[in-house]
């Protein structure tokens, strides 16, 4: 994937303003970062290293999160 780098860089904060599905996102997966906070300064790679996560379908996850929000944006 090569938005790897961009999609962990983006910070926590970000994604939950981004949309409202990023909330259950992170809820499903236990996930302190709700209401933390430090969400604006967490990146998503912050999180997956403090919670040890699979990389991979995390940041992809995230990525298709924003995606989604971005078509239907610019679909209304």
Do not use: W
Not at 13 to 26: I, N
Not at 33 to 56: M, N, P, S, W
Not at 66 to 74: F, G
């Amino acid at each position: 994937m090569s938005d790897d780098f961009a999609i962990s860089e983006t910070s926590v904060e970000s994604l939950l303003k981004a949309t409202p599905k990023a909330v259950r996102f992170f809820l499903d997966r236990h996930l302190g970062c709700v209401g933390c906070g430090f969400a604006r300064f967490c990146t998503l790679g912050d999180v997956v290293k403090t919670y040890h996560i699979d990389e991979q379908p995390f940041l992809e996850e995230a990525q298709n999160l924003l995606v989604q929000t971005n078509v239907i944006r610019s679909s209304e």
